[in-house]
């Protein structure tokens, strides 16, 4: 059996590489390959998710070798039932916890054709991209959000993690270069040996600069570690596309194409004014298009139009909260 992990880093591309492989599912079979997910849970439910990620990222020696036999015994359960002879987990936060998961590796070495793949991005494009992602995306540390001078200083240490890998585990890594030519699922797909379904549409691994600022805004707000799905849930649920207001006011108040669509049909206006006479001539007395709204004007006002909304909203949210008090009373 072949059991590759993909340990990271993150912000490598790894939405990508995770979307492909859960859209390859026929394609893997049929290559006797299978994909585990990104989770744990398959040796025990208190290691699935990213909160019980933090439980297994814990576990001491034996432990770890335990978890290890019972990954294996998985793996073999699979084997047999599917004929399956390699095995992909993709899990980012293994990269950072090396330490932690010395025996595990170890292990898993012991009694499987095991691969560790790792890609690693040059810090000047990464560091960037990872304060957003950790630094205001998912708030990690407790305290106000920190400035990208300080917070930067924390987060490229991440790459002190590589040493230990290549000098413990050398032999069993393979690290590729994540720079902007590379097409990384295709660059996945080939060094691990497996053909993967083209994704449909490419997978974002950043959010636009206004929704990070409104998360970076309500975190703030938060002395605790903030994970994304607090924002998502309480603020906006509904994770479809925001459309632009700038191309809404396009489609609501841009009437350029008048005269076109009203001289198009000359014939029946001319009919209307042969009919009813010259105070009907319209194609005579064409009007221009009325001019769109300034954008930067229409903008503030609708800002002001938030703000009463939202007062609005608070004063219907407060009187909805004395309700309950009193139904609490009463009950």
Not at 43 to 72: K, T
Not at 109 to 123: C, I
Request: hydrophobic share 40%; aromatic share 10%.
């Amino acid at each position: 059996m072949k059991l590759i992990l993909h340990i990271g880093m993150g912000k490598t591309g790894t939405s990508s590489i995770q979307a492909a492989l859960r859209t390859s599912g026929k394609e893997l079979a049929e290559q006797r390959a299978h994909y585990l997910g990104m989770w744990f849970e398959f040796i025990d439910p208190a290691y699935g998710g990213f909160s019980g990620s933090h439980n297994f990222f814990r576990l001491d020696q034996a432990a770890q070798e335990s978890a290890a036999r019972g990954m294996v015994d998985h793996l073999k359960v699979l084997k047999e039932k599917n004929g399956t002879e390699t095995f992909i987990l993709s899990n980012e936060s293994i990269f950072g916890n090396v330490s932690n998961l010395k025996f595990f590796i170890k292990e898993l070495g012991q009694t499987v054709d095991l691969s560790l793949l790792a890609y690693v991005r040059n810090p000047y494009q990464w560091l960037p991209s990872a304060f957003t992602q950790w630094g205001l995306y998912h708030k990690t540390r407790p305290g106000p959000l920190k400035p990208f001078q300080e917070r930067a200083q924390d987060l490229v240490e991440t790459y002190s993690c590589l040493i230990p890998w290549i000098e413990g585990h050398g032999d069993k890594l393979t690290v590729r270069n994540h720079d902007t030519s590379i097409d990384v699922v295709a660059d996945f797909s080939r060094v691990c040996g497996v053909d993967l379904k083209p994704l449909a549409t490419r997978v974002l691994e950043r959010s636009e600069p206004a929704e990070i600022l409104l998360r970076a805004a309500f975190n703030d707000r938060h002395s605790g570690e903030v994970h994304p799905d607090r924002f998502n849930n309480l603020v906006m649920q509904n994770r479809q596309p925001v459309k632009r207001l700038t191309e809404l006011s396009a489609l609501c108040f841009e009437h350029d194409d008048l005269a076109d669509i009203v001289t198009s049909k000359t014939p029946l206006f001319e009919d209307i004014r042969d009919r009813l006479g010259p105070d009907f001539d319209f194609l005579s007395k064409p009007s221009p298009a009325k001019a769109a709204p300034d954008q930067a004007d229409l903008q503030r006002r609708l800002i002001d139009y938030l703000v009463e909304i939202t007062f609005q909203q608070a004063e219907r949210i407060k009187k909805l909260e004395i309700q309950m008090q009193d139904l609490t009373k009463e009950n």
